[in-house]
């Protein structure tokens, strides 16, 4: 299996663009998180999935911040309007069976918003 | 409030070395625990897992013990070598909980 995919591995972005995260998890695996990753605040659980459903989107900081699962094999995190203290490396996360086993971590975008 | 701890931030050793990095945790009613490494610019591999049940694990020269008791728990490295150069990272499921909790990370480095 080639892991946890996301698209893009970095992305430039303008302040007020609207800007989309993707993931493909491992095949298989049927919960998917999204954690973020700053110098200040280290790694923080945006929103989880189980079976495509999302099951705890309480670390999601605003509205701006949405979440979608609309398969198995795909899910986007979608900022709009985007601002600098979004600027952040995003990593989308399986895991199969239970939310506490073993998580698998994709490479991450890193996103910059000028 | 539920927090996991590591100290140092940073790690400093000679190649050959044998190390201990430190996890501490508030609240001993945990489900599991993780060691995690991260290579900069990388995303997070994992390492070992022990479960509550359980007092350690081990995977070639790395062990983790666990102390629910005392909130602790250890990733001992043995003779360490430059590619173990990594940050670590320890996370915790608590038992109530519905997230991975992390800690802020110990960034290691192996020197020739």
């Known amino acids: 299996d080639a892991g946890v995919i996301q698209s893009p591995r970095h992305e430039v972005t303008e302040m007020g663009q609207e800007v989309t995260l993707r993931c493909k998890p491992i095949s298989g695996h049927d919960y998917l998180f999204w954690y973020r990753q700053t110098m200040m605040r280290g790694l923080e659980l945006l929103i989880y999935f189980n079976n495509n459903v999302p099951i705890d989107d309480s670390g999601m900081p605003e509205d701006r911040f949405s979440a979608k699962m609309p398969n198995a094999s795909f899910s986007t995190l979608k900022i709009q309007p985007s601002e600098p203290r979004d600027s952040a490396v995003y990593f989308c996360?399986?895991?199969?069976?239970?939310?506490?086993?073993?998580?698998?971590f994709g490479p991450g975008t890193r996103l910059t918003v000028l | 409030k539920q927090e996991v701890t590591q100290i140092p931030a940073a790690l400093s050793v000679p190649e050959g070395e044998n190390l201990v990095l430190n996890c501490s945790f508030t609240?001993?009613?945990?489900?599991?625990l993780q060691w995690f490494r991260q290579d900069p610019g990388k995303g997070l591999t994992s390492l070992l897992l022990?479960?509550?049940?359980?007092r350690e694990q081990t995977s070639g020269r790395l062990n983790a013990s666990l102390d629910k008791s005392s909130g602790r728990s250890t990733l001992y490295i043995a003779a360490s070598q430059p590619g173990d150069s990594a940050t670590y990272l320890c996370?915790?499921?608590?038992?109530?909980?519905?997230?991975?909790?992390f800690g802020g990370g110990t960034r290691l480095m192996v020197k020739p």
């Open positions: 022990i479960q509550s049940s359980q």
């Open positions: 996370a915790v499921w608590w038992d109530a909980g519905n997230m991975l909790t």
């Open positions: 996360v399986s895991s199969l069976g239970t939310a506490y086993n073993e998580q698998f």
């Open positions: 609240d001993s009613a945990i489900y599991n």
